[in-house]
């Protein structure tokens, strides 16, 4: 398996990358107006710059400042089962730095939908933040809890998802609930990425799927029995 040292990190960095100061500038807007309405936002913006620079420099001690004691944590790779704990979350964390050395977290595009959703409730802070991922995965990790190891491809991730975040009102992260399109993931990173925007393709897989799931569920009752 080649490294980054030999395949260089993922080539799509800098045209997202050119977005950051535009959408920062917008953040502190946000927060600004956020002040002004009555509500405690100061330091809002350092919180998201810490956030998102712990992930472009896997700093883990930036992540671990930005957790809370009793963090939780669900992803659409978890199957929606909520793991408890801090320890869990940075050890993901820490595992996803491992096997894609370069991943660093973006805006999704240049528009004002790609701004964070925040509001203040109950003494709680709920963000919503679309972001776009980008990194080659070219190291390897254990995967956090399974004890499976999960190996580089060498095959560059560029994939959007959304987060929700439930933070203290010193922004400090209490949940964090991951949306993403792991079947794009995938075909990312065994190099079928560009073929499933083929419209053609996609009609053979729905119809390929509606072939085979009566078996599927015959199979599962049989095996639920």
């Not at 002004?36 to 883990?60: S, V």
């Not at 973006?106 to 701004?115: F, K, V």
């Amino acid at each position: 398996m080649a490294k980054i040292s030999e395949l260089g990190p993922s080539p799509e960095h800098a045209k997202y990358q050119a977005l950051l100061p535009q959408f920062w500038e917008r953040v502190a807007r946000q927060e600004q107006l956020a002040i002004e309405r009555g509500l405690p936002a100061q330091g809002l913006t350092d919180f998201a710059h810490i956030w998102f620079d712990a992930w472009a420099e896997q700093d883990i001690k930036k992540i671990d400042y930005c957790i809370a004691d009793d963090c939780s944590y669900i992803d659409s790779s978890t199957f929606q089962v909520n793991k408890e704990g801090r320890q869990f979350t940075i050890d993901n964390c820490q595992a996803s730095f491992e096997v894609f050395p370069d991943f660093a977290f973006y805006p999704q595009d240049g528009t004002i939908r790609s701004l964070p959703y925040a509001d203040y409730f109950d003494g709680q802070w709920r963000i919503t933040v679309p972001w776009r991922g980008i990194g080659r995965m070219s190291g390897e990790t254990v995967v956090p809890g399974l004890d499976v190891k999960l190996r580089g491809t060498g095959q560059c991730l560029n994939f959007i998802g959304i987060d929700r975040y439930t933070l203290t009102d010193d922004f400090k992260i209490t949940h964090i609930d991951t949306d993403w399109d792991m079947l794009y993931g995938a075909a990312q990173l065994v190099g079928l990425g560009s073929l499933v925007h083929s419209e053609r393709l996609q009609r053979v897989g729905i119809r390929a799927a509606t072939a085979v799931a009566p078996a599927v569920r015959l199979w599962t009752r049989v095996t639920a029995r």
